[in-house]
């Protein structure tokens, strides 16, 4: 019999992505299924099917990275985000169903823990990631160990008093450093139909406004970096997810800059923000990792 196989899953508010991982992270198969909405057992059925289609002998565990807050210790799903699961035991649900040992990680979390295996904190101790969607995640690694909290670090406040937050806070990162800041800056300069794909593309043409806009919304990602340094140090903090990869070094230099300005010495020089390297990857390699920690026991 050949090295053992996993299925991860992506589970995400409008897509499920599963697929078939090595240890090395390489993805062997790859399936994709739209996420109902409607109601939890249609939300499982869905689950279930994403995992049976690339289901054989070969399939040693299975691992999910779900957006939403886990209770620590159960791992048991508290409350996903625009997914129709509350106060749920996925993992058993998956026991039950596959006869498999069976993860489940925070979709941040996972991406972060693919990020540092595979990705671009490889050789780190102490790793952030932020990865800027239409809403910003984050995950940390701590002196060689994914932390298993929430770390809802998309809803570090930046701005006291700020923008209203979907979750009813203000000034959060999310409101000032996601997709959805783009979006609006976008439609501020370019009207109604305006999104962060024009406004990325019109800045990468030179248009100077669109190059201030997104360099304040790497400003606002750099405050909450050098807060994030002076709290845990890194060695370097990791920026994906689908806007902050497309935007690239038009936030990200921005953000070192802010960021050099926040953080204690000596961290105010030496402190790395980098962009991530596993991409659209990385949420199914990182949740295919929870499954070899459930697999091994860890």
């Not at 040992?101 to 952030?128: I, K, Q």
């Not at 979907?166 to 999104?195: M, N, Q």
């Given at each position: 019999m050949g090295a053992p196989l996993v299925i991860g899953l992506d589970v995400g508010g409008t897509k499920i992505l599963s697929g078939v991982v090595d240890r090395e992270g390489q993805v062997l198969a790859r399936h994709e299924v739209h996420s109902p909405g409607d109601s939890q057992a249609d939300l499982l059925a869905a689950l279930d099917s994403a995992v049976e289609t690339l289901l054989d002998d070969r399939i040693s565990g299975i691992g999910y990275g779900v957006p939403g807050n886990l209770e620590r210790g159960t791992r048991r799903l508290l409350r996903a985000t625009n997914l129709p699961l509350e106060n749920f035991?996925?993992?058993?649900?998956?026991?039950?169903?596959?006869?498999?040992?069976?993860?489940?990680?925070?979709?941040?979390?996972?991406?972060?823990?693919?990020?540092?295996?595979?990705?671009?904190?490889?050789?780190?101790?102490?790793?952030?990631?932020?990865?800027?969607?239409?809403?910003?995640?984050?995950?940390?690694?701590?002196?060689?160990?994914?932390?298993?909290?929430?770390?809802?670090?998309?809803?570090?406040?930046?701005?006291?008093?700020?923008?209203?937050?979907?979750?009813?806070?203000?000034?959060?990162?999310?409101?000032?450093?996601?997709?959805?800041?783009?979006?609006?800056?976008?439609?501020?300069?370019?009207?109604?139909?305006?999104?962060?794909?024009?406004?990325?593309?019109?800045?990468k043409a030179g248009d100077a406004g669109a190059q201030a806009a997104l360099a304040r919304i790497g400003e606002s990602l750099g405050v909450a970096v050098g807060s994030l340094v002076n709290i845990f140090d890194p060695d370097l903090t990791v920026v994906g997810g689908g806007f902050g990869t497309a935007a690239g070094e038009l936030v990200l230099e921005p953000a070192r800059e802010a960021a050099r300005r926040e953080a204690l010495p000596p961290a105010d020089e030496t402190l790395r923000i980098v962009p991530a390297e596993l991409g659209a990857e990385a949420g199914l390699v990182g949740a295919a990792l929870v499954a070899f920690e459930a697999l091994d026991g860890v």
């Open positions: 035991d996925l993992a058993a649900h998956g026991r039950a169903r596959f006869g498999v040992p069976v993860g489940v990680e925070n979709d941040a979390n996972v991406a972060a823990l693919a990020e540092w295996r595979l990705g671009a904190g490889r050789g780190a101790t102490s790793v952030v990631m932020l990865t800027l969607g239409t809403g910003v995640g984050g995950g940390i690694v701590l002196d060689g160990r994914l932390f298993r909290g929430w770390a809802e670090l998309g809803h570090i406040v930046v701005q006291e008093g700020g923008p209203p937050c979907v979750c009813g806070g203000r000034g959060h990162l999310e409101v000032l450093a996601s997709g959805h800041a783009a979006d609006a800056a976008a439609r501020e300069l370019y009207g109604t139909d305006a999104d962060a794909h024009l406004l990325i593309g019109k800045a």
